[in-house]
């Protein structure tokens, strides 16, 4: 049974920092892709960054880049997304993601089978 739990969420003003972390159980697989995607109320859910585990390529939404940076603890198991900079606009539910190794778009909310139970980020001006 897979798990994906997610931790880290809180609330901070605007230019503050947070570290989500997302460990992950049950995935035998050894090459897969991994994502946060956050959804706010009223909002669709939409991906933020993803990573192809493998061969550590990533994948970040347009509204992150430069701000948010994803990395990986294999030995964990565990996905950690780096907040930075962080504005009023990245209100939302952050969820971990994972799917399969071939993802056509990796930002791509179907693309994905396992999902996390959610951690909230609020951030206020």
């Known amino acids: 049974q897979v798990q994906l739990v997610e931790s880290g969420g809180g609330s901070v003003q605007a230019g503050g920092s947070l570290r989500l972390s997302c460990a992950a159980s049950?995935?035998?697989?050894?090459?897969?892709?991994m994502g946060w995607f956050r959804q706010a109320p009223g909002k669709e859910r939409e991906g933020v960054a993803s990573i192809y585990t493998d061969a550590g390529s990533t994948y970040y939404a347009t509204s992150v880049k430069g701000r948010f940076t994803l990395s990986q603890d294999n030995a964990k198991n565990t996905l950690y997304l780096q907040m930075n900079s962080l504005k009023p606009e990245d209100t939302a539910m952050y969820y971990c993601?994972?799917?399969?190794?071939?993802?056509?778009?990796?930002?791509?909310?179907?693309?994905?089978?396992?999902w996390g139970q959610g951690t909230q980020v609020t951030v206020s001006s």
């Open positions: 993601a994972l799917g399969g190794a071939w993802i056509g778009q990796p930002l791509r909310r179907r693309e994905y089978t396992y």
């Open positions: 049950g995935y035998t697989r050894s090459r897969y892709y």
